[in-house]
């Protein structure tokens, strides 16, 4: 059974980090492209970091250029979203997906694999 579980997020004040994980199981993702997206009440599912299998695709989504850092561990099949300087607009679920492709999407749809996501809540 395929399973991407996040981990790791919280309520901390503006200006604060967070460090948020995801595990992946059930079969191997290291050659997958692995994605964060976010999505707060009432918005759609935002496209926020995602990188290649080898890390020579990364990309962000503006907003969060200079703040956020994506990175990946194959060999424990898990990515991370380290998220520093926090703010109020950052407050969302945020998911982990997979794309078994070669070439970094950056629409929500063309993903094949998912979270179940993590609330992230950003106090003003």
């Known amino acids: 059974q395929v399973q991407l579980v996040e981990s790791g997020g919280g309520l901390v004040q503006a200006g604060g980090s967070l460090r948020l994980s995801c595990a992946a199981s059930?079969?191997?993702?290291?050659?997958?492209?692995m994605g964060w997206f976010r999505q707060a009440p009432g918005k759609e599912r935002e496209f926020v970091a995602a990188?290649?299998?080898?890390?020579?695709?990364?990309h962000y989504v503006d907003s969060v250029k200079g703040r956020f850092t994506i990175a990946r561990d194959n060999a424990k099949n898990t990515v991370y979203l380290q998220m520093n300087s926090l703010k109020p607009e950052d407050t969302a679920v945020y998911y982990c997906?997979?794309?078994?492709?070669?070439?970094?999407?950056?629409?929500?749809?063309?993903?094949?694999?998912w979270g179940q996501g993590t609330q992230v809540t950003i106090s003003s």
């Open positions: 990188m290649s299998w080898s890390g020579a695709q990364i």
């Open positions: 059930g079969r191997t993702f290291s050659r997958d492209v």
């Open positions: 997906a997979a794309d078994p492709g070669l070439i970094v999407p950056l629409r929500w749809r063309e993903y094949d694999y």
